[in-house]
């Protein structure tokens, strides 16, 4: 089974940047899609942005409120997904979760249940 390790997170302002690097060991990522979550104390895990590779390219999804700040990425020769946040804000705190999908399921999920392998968090949290 894979295993996920996320990094990345950190302290910052509203406006600014983080660049947050989920590195796999084990399986390649592209045996499935991969995706990144993010929790707050008290509310369920929701899916933020998903990737997935085909024959044709890349699938990517974002959630809603994230569309057009995050971008989804990957680097298939360091087996690691990337997901870049700008113009973070404060209601962006949260710990943040990278998950894959069991292969061969390339279909971007949006329910946490449908991932089975989890890295361990990092925190992000965005001060006014």
């Known amino acids: 089974q894979v295993q996920l390790v996320e990094s990345g997170g950190g302290v910052v302002q509203a406006g600014e940047s983080l660049t947050l690097s989920c590195a796999a060991s084990?399986?390649?990522?592209?045996?499935?899609?991969m995706a990144w979550f993010r929790q707050v104390p008290g509310k369920e895990r929701e899916v933020l942005s998903g990737?997935?590779?085909?024959?044709?390219?890349?699938?990517?999804y974002y959630a809603g409120d994230v569309k057009g700040r995050f971008t989804i990425s990957r680097d298939n020769a360091k087996n690691t997904v990337y997901l870049q946040m700008n113009d973070l804000k404060p209601e962006d705190t949260a710990v943040y979760y990278c998950?894959?999908?069991?292969?061969?399921?390339?279909?971007?999920?949006?329910?946490?249940?449908?991932?089975?392998?989890w890295g361990q968090g990092t925190q992000v949290t965005v001060s006014p």
């Open positions: 990737i997935s590779w085909g024959r044709i390219g890349d699938s990517t």
């Open positions: 998950a894959r999908r069991k292969p061969p399921n390339r279909n971007i999920a949006s329910r946490p249940e449908e991932y089975d392998s």
């Open positions: 084990g399986p390649t990522l592209s045996s499935a899609a």
